[in-house]
C-alpha cells in the first residue's frame, strides 16, 4: 500500500517506450527489453495506462537493480522513469 | 484544529478502502472469505459459468444455438459474473482506476486467440482456474491439482511465446488509445453502481420464488469478489507467471495461502453440514421412513394429508440439500488428463490474455478493451465444447461422471479422509510457497528472454 512517487520535472531521457493500451504482462516485459537498448545511467520513460504497471515497475527496477525515479500524470495516460543501473 | 484532524482520517480511510493497491495477503485472505461465504450461501463461485451463459446468448442471438439459453439474470453462473464485474467497476471507479483502454491492433488478436483457448481449456478441465483449479482444491477435488499442473506448463509455454513474439512481430504492436473521465463523474458512477447492487440484492430477495431470493446474497458477495481483486490486483495468472518471468513470488504465496483457507473453511462446512442436513441424512432418516408409507391405505384422512405433506417436504430436503453443500456437485471427472490438458491450454490461453477467468473479469471492470474481446470468444467456444462434450458424454454421466473419458470423479475425502485431505494440501501449498520463495532468491525457474 505504498504512496505514489512523483518524479522531478524536466528529466532527460534517453528513449521512449509507448506501452499505451497495453495491458499486464506487456508493459513490463517491453520495458525489460527495452532497456537494453540504452546504457547505463541514462533514463527510460515508459508511458502506460495500465494501473498494475504503477506496481510492477518500481518492483521489478527494485529487483533488477534499475532506480525508479517515479511516474508523472500526463493527459489520459502516466509516464515512469527508469534510470539504468 | 480537530476537525481538521477528524476529516484527515476521514480521507485517508477512504483513500486506504478505495485507492490504494491492497496488500497482497489481505486480498487473498478476503478472497478465502469470501468464497468460503458463497459456498456456504450455497455455491462456489466461477467465471466460466457466467462466461458461458453470456455466450449462449450469443449463439441463440445468431442463430446457432435453437434452444434459449437461462436468463442472464436467473442464471446463478451469470448472476456471479454480473455482480462480480460489477464489484470491480466500482472499485477501479472510485479508484481512478477505470477508462477506456484500447489496446494496439496485435493484442486484439491475441485477445480472439486467448478466448478461444480458454475456452477450450476451460471445457476439458470442468472449470476456469477459479472453478477448475482454485475453488476445485478448494472443495477438496482432486481435478484441481491436475489443473495447477496443467496451468503452470501452459504458463511457461506462454511466456516462452511472448518472449518469441517481441522478437518477431512487429505489426499492429504500439499505438493504444485510453479514453479517460474526471474522477469526480467516476467517484459518481461508482457510488451510483453501489446504489444499484443493493437496490438488485433487495430486488432478487422480495421474489417469491426460493432460488430467485437466494440470487441476493450471490449478487453481493460476488461484488465483493469482484472488489478486492481489482484493488488488490489479485490475478492468478499472475501468480503461475511471475516466478518464472520476474521472480516475484508475492502472488502465488498469497494463491497458495488463500487456497489452503477456503480448504479448511470448506472442509467445516462439508464435514459438519452433511451431519446435519445434506441429502444423505434426510434420505436416510426421513425419506426411507416415508416412503414406506402407504397414504391411501390410512383412513383418517387429516393424518394422510400430514403424511403426503411430510413427503413432499422430505422430498423437496433431499434435492435442496443435494443443490447446496453436497460434495460431489463440485468435483468434476476430470482428474487426469482432461484437467492437465485443460490447464495447458487454458494456462497458454491465459497468457495471450493478460488474465485469468477471474483476471478478465476484473478488468473487464477496469475499462481493458482486449478483455472485453476476450469475455465474447471465451464464452462463445466454451458453450459450444460444453454443448458437444455433454452430446457425446465426454465427462461421462449423472453427478458422479460414471463413464468419463476426460479422468476420474474423484472428491479426495472419500478417498483419504477429511484429515489426510487437508494435509495434502496443505503439504501442497507449503511446497509450492517454499519453492517460490526459494526461486525468488535463486532465480532457478525463471525463463531468460
Known amino acids: ?85 | 484544529m480537530s476537525e481538521g484532524l477528524f476529516s484527515q482520517k476521514v480521507k485517508n480511510f477512504f483513500k486506504l478502502l478505495c485507492q490504494t493497491e491492497w496488500n497482497a495477503t489481505a486480498s487473498g485472505l478476503i478472497i478465502a472469505i469470501l468464497s468460503i461465504l458463497i459456498m456456504a450461501w450455497w455455491r462456489p463461485w466461477g467465471a466460466v459459468g457466467a462466461i458461458r451463459n453470456w455466450g449462449e446468448w450469443i449463439l441463440y442471438g445468431i442463430g446457432i444455438f435453437g434452444q434459449k439459453p437461462s436468463s442472464v439474470l436467473i442464471s446463478s453462473g451469470s448472476v456471479i459474473g454480473i455482480g462480480f464485474v460489477a464489484g470491480a467497476f466500482i472499485s477501479a471507479c472510485l479508484g481512478n482506476d477505470f477508462s477506456f483502454k484500447f489496446p494496439p491492433p496485435w493484442e486484439l488478436v491475441k485477445a480472439i486467440i486467448a478466448g478461444i483457448l480458454m475456452g477450450v481449456g476451460s471445457a476439458f478441465a470442468g472449470g476456469c482456474n477459479v472453478g477448475g483449479m482454485y475453488n476445485a482444491i478448494g472443495n477438496l477435488a482432486a481435478n484441481g491439482f491436475t489443473m495447477w499442473l496443467g496451468l503452470i506448463i501452459g504458463v511457461v509455454l506462454g511466456l516462452k511465446y511472448i518472449y518469441w513474439e517481441m522478437e518477431h512481430v512487429t505489426w499492429g504492436t504500439s499505438g493504444g488509445k485510453n479514453f479517460d473521465f474526471p474522477y469526480g463523474l467516476k467517484i459518481v458512477i461508482g457510488l451510483v453502481g453501489i446504489a444499484a447492487l443493493i437496490w438488485g440484492a433487495y430486488k432478487y430477495a422480495g421474489m417469491s420464488d426460493d432460488y430467485a431470493a437466494s440470487l441476493s446474497g450471490i449478487l453481493l458477495i460476488s461484488a465483493g469478489l469482484g472488489y478486492t481483486m481489482q484493488r488488490g490486483r489479485w490475478c492468478m495468472v499472475q501468480a503461475f507467471r511471475e516466478p518464472h518471468m520476474t521472480g516475484d513470488c508475492t502472488l502465488a504465496k498469497s494463491v497458495a495461502l488463500s487456497i489452503l483457507v477456503l480448504a479448511v473453511g470448506a472442509a467445516v462446512l462439508k464435514y459438519a453440514v452433511p451431519q446435519r442436513g445434506s441429502s444423505v441424512a434426510v434420505k436416510s432418516v426421513l425419506m426411507d421412513v416415508v416412503e414406506d408409507i402407504d397414504t391411501d391405505e390410512i383412513q383418517d384422512e387429516e393424518l394422510a394429508d400430514t403424511l403426503d405433506d411430510l413427503t413432499d417436504a422430505a422430498e423437496q430436503a433431499v434435492v435442496s440439500a443435494r443443490r447446496v453443500l453436497d460434495p460431489v456437485n463440485y468435483v468434476r471427472g476430470t482428474f487426469g488428463w482432461g484437467a492437465i490438458l485443460g490447464g495447458f491450454l487454458f494456462g497458454l490461453g491465459a497468457m495471450f490474455a493478460g488474465g485469468c477467468g477471474s483476471g478478465t473479469l476484473w478488468r473487464v471492470g477496469e475499462g481493458q478493451m482486449k478483455l472485453w474481446l476476450v469475455v465474447p470468444f471465451f464464452g462463445i467456444s466454451n458453450a459450444i465444447m460444453t454443448k458437444w462434450f455433454r452430446a457425446i458424454h465426454m465427462e461421462g454421466t449423472g453427478p458422479m461422471h460414471e463413464g468419463s473419458k476426460l479422468g476420474i470423479h474423484l472428491y479426495l475425502p472419500d478417498a483419504l479422509g477429511y484429515g489426510w485431505t487437508l494435509a495434502i494440501v496443505a503439504l501442497a501449498m507449503a511446497l509450492w510457497y517454499i519453492i517460490v520463495d526459494w526461486n525468488e532468491d535463486s532465480n532457478k525457474l525463471i525463463v531468460e528472454m
Do not use: Q
Open chain 1, 1 to 85: 500500500m505504498s504512496d505514489i512517487k512523483v518524479a522531478p520535472e524536466g528529466l532527460e531521457v534517453a528513449r521512449t517506450l509507448d506501452a499505451k493500451g497495453l495491458s499486464c504482462p506487456m508493459p513490463l516485459l517491453r520495458t525489460k527489453k527495452e532497456i537494453e537498448k540504452i546504457n547505463s545511467g541514462e533514463i527510460l520513460e515508459i508511458l502506460g495506462t495500465d494501473p498494475g504497471s504503477r506496481n510492477d515497475i518500481p518492483g521489478w527496477c527494485a529487483r533488477a537493480g534499475h532506480e525508479y525515479l517515479g511516474e508523472r500524470e500526463d493527459d489520459g495516460f502516466i509516464r515512469f522513469y527508469v534510470k539504468k543501473k
